[in-house]
């Protein structure tokens, strides 16, 4: 029922008909939010202040989104967990956007193991994933902190921890932690070039 109530509130043509809908029916946590047309939300939970969601994103699976003021979502992009995912995790999974993180269209999040983006980073450009479990894996979540910069096509591996203030190229594959700050992250695999 649930599946069926988000598409409908998804295509509801009024922007703050559509937050009402979702508020009140899903029992979302929304404060100054605007939701674009065609984005589908059936999470676990929501709780969203001063931010903005725009056109056809999805939003789907066991998971708490939390979006901190000043969040930036485009359009197109994908937040997925797999109902199966509650089995592998103890806790809560969680999709925290700290505040003015700004993410732009056509980006993939899976979430099975959860995922924080730190304030003021951005997932620019487009076609970047994040993968938070594998085959025969259990889900482990990807960690990016504060003032990063995420360029076009990159790809995350499960359990990745990105310091703050790393620039992470185009095109790069991270498949292992880079804790340390103020870095330029490039390559396949991805490894330090210079302090930034």
């Not at 979702?22 to 939701?35: A, G, P, T, W």
């Not at 725009?54 to 979006?67: A, D, H, M, S």
């Not at 620019?124 to 960690?143: C, K, L, N, V, Y």
């Not at 990016?144 to 190229?169: E, K, P």
Request: glycine residues 12%; proline residues 3%; positive net charge.
């Amino acid at each position: 029922m649930r599946k069926v109530l988000a598409q409908i509130v998804a295509y509801v043509p009024l922007g703050f008909l559509r937050v009402f809908l979702y508020s009140k029916l899903f029992s979302y946590e929304l404060h100054n939010v605007s939701i674009g047309y065609g984005t589908y939300i059936n999470v676990r939970k929501l709780i969203a202040r001063n931010s903005y969601i725009g056109r056809f994103n999805r939003f789907r699976g066991p998971v708490t989104v939390i979006l901190r003021d000043g969040v930036k979502i485009a359009d197109g992009n994908k937040f997925i967990a797999g109902e199966w995912a509650s089995e592998f995790n103890k806790e809560e999974i969680k999709f925290i956007a700290e505040r003015s993180v700004n993410i732009t269209s056509d980006h993939y999040f899976d979430l099975n193991g959860g995922m924080v983006i730190g304030e003021e980073t951005w997932v620019a450009g487009r076609g970047s994933q994040f993968w938070t479990h594998g085959a025969g894996m259990a889900p482990e979540p990807i960690d990016i902190g504060a003032r990063c910069y995420i360029g076009s096509a990159s790809r995350f591996v499960q359990g990745v921890v990105i310091g703050d203030g790393n620039l992470i190229g185009i095109g790069s594959v991270v498949n292992k932690c880079f804790k340390s700050n103020s870095n330029l992250i490039v390559g396949v695999p991805a490894s330090i070039k210079r302090k930034l």
